[in-house]
């Protein structure tokens, strides 16, 4: 792995992080909205991550390998992506009675989101910690670098 692939996967780290605490914030700025665009209540969004892949050349070096009987290392350590924002359909909404509130239904039930504050306040710590593990990882890298540049002169 190169010194600027090591730095590419640090800031692709950063980037999905910083996204994920985005989400988490505008989940937490929508606890109490029961109104949207769809005309029902907010529901909580969550961020899916995956490996970002360099599969431009596995297929040459798998058959490679196949040829010559050398095994084959994947290359580890390409960063993440973020595929795609999802909503949550599993956790449940929050029904709390409230028969005054415009958004009530016959029963005088309001649907609040799904979101639970507790919840989503311990992903923003973790989210946050990502981060900043990924930027001790950059510094880390940088500094080696600037080191390495430092001996060359």
Do not use: C
Not at 5 to 13: C, E, H, Q, R, Y
Not at 25 to 34: D, K, R
Not at 36 to 58: A, H, I, K, L
């Amino acid at each position: 792995m190169s010194v600027m692939s090591t730095l590419n996967v640090s800031a692709s780290g950063m980037t999905a992080q910083r996204t994920r605490m985005d989400i988490i914030a505008q989940n937490l700025a929508n606890v109490n909205t029961t109104r949207t665009d769809n005309n029902g209540p907010y529901r909580r969004q969550t961020v899916v991550f995956e490996e970002r892949s360099n599969d431009n050349t596995n297929f040459q070096k798998a058959l490679d390998s196949a040829q010559t009987g050398v095994k084959y290392k994947k290359n580890v350590g390409n960063g993440v992506k973020i595929t795609h924002i999802v909503e949550d359909h599993v956790t449940a909404m929050k029904k709390v009675y409230d028969p005054s509130h415009p958004d009530a239904d016959e029963e005088g039930y309001v649907t609040y989101p799904n979101v639970d504050t507790v919840t989503e306040m311990t992903n923003l710590i973790d989210a946050n910690r990502s981060y900043e593990a990924n930027v001790t990882a950059f510094n880390a890298t940088k500094s080696m670098l600037m080191k390495a540049m430092d001996i060359g002169t």
